[in-house]
C-alpha cells in the first residue's frame, strides 16, 4: 500500500506535459517491442477514437444521422484494430485490414455525405498520409496508387451520375460545419503524425549516434589494447631471446670449466682459479634465474602488497649486512645509515627485494675500492632511502630506457652479467606500496637511486645509525 501512494506521489509530482507525453508512449507501445509505423499505428486509432467519440454526437446534432451511424461503425472497428494490434501483436494484419476497410468506409462515406461537394475528400487525403505512416515500406506504395484510384473513379462516377450521390446537407450552415469541422480534425491528425514521425526519427537517430560513438569509443578501446599487447609480447619476447643468449654464455663456461677439471690434470692453484670462476658464474646464474622468476610470478600473477607498519632499519639490517659482505668481497665499501625510529607502511618483503636489487646494482657499477652510501631521511609524509655509488654511470641514452624491458644487457665492473629485471621488479613493487623509485646520474661521476615509501605514523624524529 505504501509503495503504491509512492509511486502516485511519483507520478503527481512530474509536470503534466511530460505526465501526459509518458501516458501516450505506454499506450502507442514500447519502442522495444514495436516498430515505428506500428506506434503510429496506434497513435491514429486512439486519436480517431477521441475524434470520433465528438463526431458522433455532432453529426446527429446537425441533422446527419446516417454519417453519426457510420462513426460509431468506425469508432467500434478502431477501437477492435487497436486491441488487436497494441494487445494482441497482430500489428501486420490490423494494418492491413485497416487499410481494406478504411477505403471501404470512406466509399460509403462518399455517398453518404454528399460526395464531393462534402468533406470526404479531405479524409481520402487524410487517409492516404495514415496509409503511408502506418503501412510498411513494402507496401505504402502500393496503397498510395489504390487510394487515389478510388477516389477518382468515384468522381467521375459522381460526374457521371449526378442523381447517385444526393446532397445530405440541410442548410448551408450545416454544409459550413461539417466543412470546418472536418478540416480541423485533418489537419489536427495530419500535423500529430509528422510531428510524432519527426520526434520519433530524431530521438532514435539521437539513440544511434550514442551508440555508434560508444561502439566507436570501444573499437578504440580494443585497438589500444591490441597495441599494448603486441607491444608486450614484443618485449616478452625480446626479453626470453636475451635471457636465452645470457643463459647460454654463463652455462657454456660452466661447462669449460667442468671439462678442464675432469680431463686435464691441473695444478691446485689453476684448479682454485676456475672453482672461483665458477662459483662466481654459477651465482651470476642463479641471481638471473632467481630475477626472472620474480618477474615471471608478478606479472603471472599480478603484484599485491601486503601493507603493515614497519621499522625500516630492522627490515633491512640483514639484507644490508649481507650486501656489505658482498661488497668487501668485491673491495667495496658499502656505508649505510638508516633510521631505526623511521616506521613506514609498506610490504617487507618487497622491501627487501626493492634495497636488495638496487643496492646490488650500485656494488656491480662500482669499481674495487669505490663506495656505495646508503641513507635514509624523512621528507614530508614519505622515508626516502637513497643509494649512492661512485661507479660508472650512466649516458643519458641509457637512462631513458632503465625501468623497460628495452634496457640492453649490461655487464658490471667484474663482468657481471644482468637483463634489467631487477630494476622492472622494482617499479612493480615500489607502487604496489604507493611508493616512488627514480634516479640521478652522471657518465663516470657514479649513480643515486631514490626509493620513497610513506611512513606510517606522520613526521618521525630521525636518528642517524652507522654501521
Known amino acids: 500500500m505504501l509503495s503504491y501512494i509512492c509511486k502516485n506521489e511519483k507520478k503527481d509530482a512530474l509536470p503534466p506535459k511530460l505526465y501526459l507525453y509518458q501516458l501516450w508512449a505506454r499506450l502507442s507501445g514500447e ?11 496506434h497513435s491514429v486509432c486512439l486519436i480517431s477514437i477521441f475524434a470520433l467519440t465528438y463526431n458522433i454526437p455532432f453529426n446527429y446534432f446537425i441533422g446527419l444521422p446516417e454519417v453519426a451511424l457510420t462513426s460509431l461503425v468506425v469508432l467500434l472497428l478502431a477501437f ?3 486491441y488487436l494490434s497494441r494487445f494482441k501483436n497482430q500489428a501486420p494484419a490490423t494494418i492491413l485490414a485497416t487499410n481494406v ?12 455525405n454528399a460526395g464531393i461537394n462534402g468533406p470526404t475528400d479531405l479524409f481520402f487525403l487524410l487517409f492516404l498520409l495514415l496509409s503511408i505512416a502506418i503501412s510498411p515500406r513494402s507496401e505504402y506504395k502500393f496503397w498510395i496508387p489504390v487510394n487515389v484510384g478510388v477516389f477518382v473513379l468515384l468522381c467521375i462516377f459522381e460526374y457521371s451520375v449526378p442523381r447517385s450521390v444526393p446532397d445530405t446537407y440541410d442548410s448551408r450552415f450545416a454544409k459550413f460545419v461539417d466543412h470546418m469541422s472536418a478540416y480541423v480534425v485533418v489537419a489536427a491528425i495530419a500535423y500529430f503524425c509528422i510531428h510524432y514521425i519527426r520526434r520519433s526519427y530524431e530521438r532514435e537517430k539521437l539513440v544511434t549516434v550514442e551508440k555508434s560513438k560508444a561502439i566507436e569509443a570501444q573499437n578504440e578501446q580494443i585497438t589500444a589494447q591490441n597495441q599494448e599487447l603486441e607491444r608486450i609480447n614484443a618485449e616478452k619476447n625480446k626479453l626470453m631471446s636475451i635471457v636465452a643468449h645470457d643463459l647460454r654464455s654463463p652455462l657454456g663456461s660452466i661447462q669449460n670449466f667442468l671439462e678442464l677439471l675432469t680431463q686435464h690434470e691441473l695444478e691446485e692453484s689453476q684448479k682454485l682459479a676456475i672453482e672461483n670462476d665458477l662459483l662466481n658464474a654459477t651465482k651470476n646464474t642463479l641471481a638471473m634465474l632467481s630475477k626472472l622468476l620474480e618477474w615471471s610470478k608478478s ?13 625500516i632499519a630492522k627490515l633491512l639490517e640483514p639484507t644490508l649486512r649481507l650486501e656489505k659482505d658482498i661488497a668487501a668481497t668485491k673491495g667495496i665499501t658499502l656505508d649505510y645509515c638508516i633510521d631505526p625510529e ?3 607502511c609498506a610490504d617487507g618483503d618487497m622491501m ?9 646494482n650500485a656494488i656491480k657499477f662500482t669499481q674495487s675500492g669505490g663506495t656505495v652510501t646508503i641513507r635514509s631521511e624523512v621528507r614530508d609524509s614519505n622515508c626516502i632511502i637513497k643509494v649512492q655509488d661512485d661507479g660508472i654511470g650512466m649516458s643519458a641514452e641509457k ?3 632503465i625501468f623497460s624491458l ?12 644482468g637483463v634489467g629485471l631487477g630494476l622492472l621488479l622494482c617499479v612493480d613493487f615500489i607502487k604496489a606500496q604507493q611508493g616512488q623509485i627514480w634516479f640521478e646520474s652522471e657518465p663516470g661521476a657514479g649513480t643515486c637511486f631514490f626509493i620513497s615509501i610513506p611512513l606510517a605514523n606522520g613526521i618521525a624524529i630521525t636518528t642517524p645509525h652507522t654501521a
Open 406 to 417: 628495452n634496457v640492453q644487457s649490461t655487464y658490471g665492473t667484474k663482468n657481471e652479467k
Open 31 to 41: 519502442p522495444s517491442k514495436f516498430p515505428l509505423n506500428a506506434r503510429i499505428f
Open 352 to 360: 627487501q627485494i626493492i634495497v636488495r636489487n638496487i643496492t646490488g
Open 80 to 82: 477492435g484494430l487497436y
Open 299 to 311: 606479472q603471472l600473477y599480478g603484484v599485491s602488497a601486503r601493507l603493515e607498519h614497519i621499522e
Open 342 to 344: 623511521t616506521v613506514v
Open 101 to 112: 476497410i478504411g477505403l471501404i468506409l470512406f466509399t460509403i462515406n462518399y455517398f453518404l
Open 399 to 401: 637512462s631513458e630506457s
